[in-house]
């Protein structure tokens, strides 16, 4: 076991990969925990708006970047595109094996449905008089932030998968980086202590673990993408907070 950490610690020091994961994984707590000491602002219209310009930056801009955008040429960068799961239809990826991931990913889709009802039921029945509710979210809003924690996710597993050349070993360590970067955001730290925002951490959580297997099964980020939307609009719909609960605004995530 020591060998092994040795051997993955030595190859993220030489890997300029990795000054990616330190640079997102900084860029995040930073972010997060300036707009924690100025959360005031957040109702301002134009903070809000320049909140959502730094997601889009950091959720989809530098994936973009370690996989090749400006300026080095186009998908000729640190990452390649099966590392992130992005498949397309030929090649590697014929019919026949979308059809099989796509089963997979329904399959472990259904049971995990299953399993967070049974788990947010159970959840409900305590007689504390507190519920595990989801505040109310257009559904153009989930659509964007599934979007933006999928290709997150895949850059950090696809990352750590091209440093230590171990697919298993870059998908858990993924994981891993995930939580860690959470942990740094105290408005996700926040959330875990007020009953409105709870579900959304319990959820996000749970889906990360999921989608994560997922990608082990299949390879395939648009599987894992599906899967994602299918649980988050399945469980809103189950754990719909009442229309005019509103929560307090808390931060970007």
Same mark, same amino acid.
């Given at each position: 076991?020591?060998?092994?950490?040795?051997?993955?610690? =030595?190859?993220?020091?030489?890997?300029?990969?990795?000054?990616?994961?330190?640079?997102?994984?900084?860029?995040?707590?930073?972010?997060?925990?300036?707009?924690?000491?100025?959360? =005031?602002?957040?109702?301002?219209?134009?903070?809000?708006?320049?909140?959502?310009?730094?997601?889009?930056?950091?959720?989809?801009?530098?994936?973009?970047?370690?996989?090749?955008?400006?300026?080095?040429?186009?998908?000729?960068?640190?990452?390649?595109?099966?590392?992130?799961?992005?498949?397309?239809?030929?090649?590697?990826?014929?019919?026949?094996?979308?059809?099989?991931?796509?089963?997979?990913?329904?399959?472990?889709?259904?049971?995990?449905?299953?399993?967070?009802?049974?788990?947010?039921?159970?959840?409900?029945?305590?007689?504390?008089?507190?519920?595990?509710?989801?505040?109310?979210?257009?559904?153009?809003?989930?659509?964007?932030?599934?979007?933006?924690?999928?290709?997150?996710?895949? &850059?950090?597993?696809?990352?750590?998968?091209?440093?230590?050349?171990?697919?298993?070993?870059?998908?858990?360590?993924?994981?891993?980086?995930? &939580?860690?970067?959470?942990?740094?955001?105290?408005?996700?730290?926040?959330?875990?202590?007020?009953?409105?925002?709870?579900?959304?951490?319990?959820?996000?959580?749970?889906?990360?673990?999921?989608?994560?297997?997922?990608?082990?099964?299949?390879?395939?980020?648009?599987?894992?993408?599906?899967?994602?939307?299918?649980?988050?609009? =399945?469980?809103?719909?189950?754990?719909?907070?009442?229309?005019?609960?509103?929560?307090?605004?808390?931060?970007?995530?």
């Amino acid at each position: 076991m020591d060998g092994l950490w040795a051997r993955w610690t =030595s190859a993220m020091a030489a890997s300029p990969l990795a000054l990616w994961l330190v640079g997102s994984l900084l860029a995040y707590a930073v972010g997060a925990n300036l707009l924690w000491l100025q959360k =005031s602002a957040l109702r301002r219209p134009h903070v809000r708006w320049l909140v959502q310009l730094g997601r889009f930056a950091f959720y989809l801009v530098i994936p973009y970047l370690a996989l090749g955008g400006w300026p080095r040429r186009p998908y000729q960068g640190l990452l390649s595109l099966e590392h992130m799961g992005i498949a397309g239809l030929g090649g590697a990826w014929p019919v026949t094996r979308w059809l099989e991931a796509a089963g997979v990913g329904l399959g472990w889709g259904v049971l995990s449905l299953v399993l967070l009802s049974l788990a947010w039921a159970s959840a409900n029945r305590r007689g504390d008089g507190i519920s595990l509710l989801f505040a109310p979210s257009p559904w153009w809003v989930v659509l964007v932030d599934v979007l933006y924690l999928q290709v997150h996710w895949a &850059f950090y597993r696809g990352a750590l998968t091209a440093i230590v050349d171990d697919a298993y070993a870059g998908v858990f360590l993924g994981l891993g980086l995930v &939580f860690l970067e959470w942990s740094l955001n105290p408005f996700w730290r926040q959330g875990w202590r007020l009953a409105p925002w709870a579900a959304e951490r319990w959820l996000r959580a749970s889906v990360a673990l999921i989608t994560a297997l997922i990608f082990l099964l299949t390879r395939n980020l648009w599987v894992c993408l599906a899967v994602h939307l299918l649980l988050e609009f =399945s469980m809103r719909q189950v754990g719909r907070e009442r229309a005019g609960q509103q929560a307090e605004v808390l931060g970007p995530e």
